[in-house]
């Protein structure tokens, strides 16, 4: 098994709050990603990483930002969460050609 | 990266072999399939990757054929923990800028 951990697990808050949804991975990956996903609905990559210092959006666009000043940390933070944002987020990452490890998620709540 | 279509859900029953096939007609010649499992509330977990022909390990067999313009997935003996979704994906994994798109995928039910 990967070890890919994200925190929280899960997250109530309010309009308006700044959060950062924490991601990390002790396999030295270079790529890391994070998708959304409504339940029961499909992932979408909202941000990606070939390495350090290197960020990009995803197919679906998003009012988060990421950083990846660490190979093993890639946070995600939203400036001010409103309840559109409520959502399940998934943290992965992987080395080229290889398999995607994803976290264990962190469900998000916006009320 | 080749778009690929799946059922959108199955039912069967324990003990039962589950076959689930995947479209993906216009794969390119450097794509690999591969298929992933997802529970509620987790995160994808990757079951099984091939070319073509036949792949299998201790959880699942992949069966492509020779023009690789589908793929089946086979569980054999399902049980309940197996009701899930099932993805298939299609890229070229050896490509630095390969990033998986996830589609509907199938949601397997299995019933006692």
């Known amino acids: 098994e990967a070890d890919i951990y994200q925190t929280p697990r899960y997250l109530v808050i309010g309009t308006g709050k700044k959060i950062t949804l924490e991601c990390s991975q002790t396999m030295g990956h270079d790529k890391m990603y994070w998708y959304q996903q409504d339940p029961g609905m499909e992932l979408h990559l909202i941000h990606y990483s070939y390495g350090v210092n290197s960020t990009e959006k995803g197919d679906l666009s998003s009012e988060s930002t990421v950083s990846r000043i660490r190979t093993e940390h890639f946070p995600l933070t939203l400036e001010s969460a409103r309840p559109s944002h409520t959502s399940q987020y998934l943290c992965?990452?992987?080395?080229?050609?290889?398999?995607?490890?994803f976290g264990p998620g962190t469900r998000l709540t916006v009320l | 990266l080749a778009k690929t279509t799946q059922p959108i859900s199955m039912d069967s029953y324990e003990g039962q072999e589950v076959n689930i096939t995947c479209s993906h007609n216009?794969?390119?010649?450097?794509?690999?399939i591969t298929w992933y499992q997802q529970f509620p509330s987790q995160g994808p977990r990757f079951i099984i990757q091939?070319?073509?022909t036949k792949v299998t390990n201790e959880v699942a067999s992949l069966f492509i054929p020779a023009d690789r313009k589908s793929s089946t997935l086979s569980l054999p003996r399902v049980s309940l923990s197996d009701t899930a979704v099932y993805y298939c994906?299609?890229?070229?994994?050896?490509?630095?800028?390969?990033?998986?798109?996830f589609g509907s995928g199938t949601r397997l039910l299995v019933r006692p």
């Open positions: 091939g070319y073509k």
């Open positions: 216009n794969i390119a010649t450097n794509d690999y």
């Open positions: 992965a990452s992987s080395v080229p050609g290889d398999t995607q490890y």
């Open positions: 994906l299609v890229g070229d994994t050896q490509d630095s800028s390969y990033k998986l798109i």
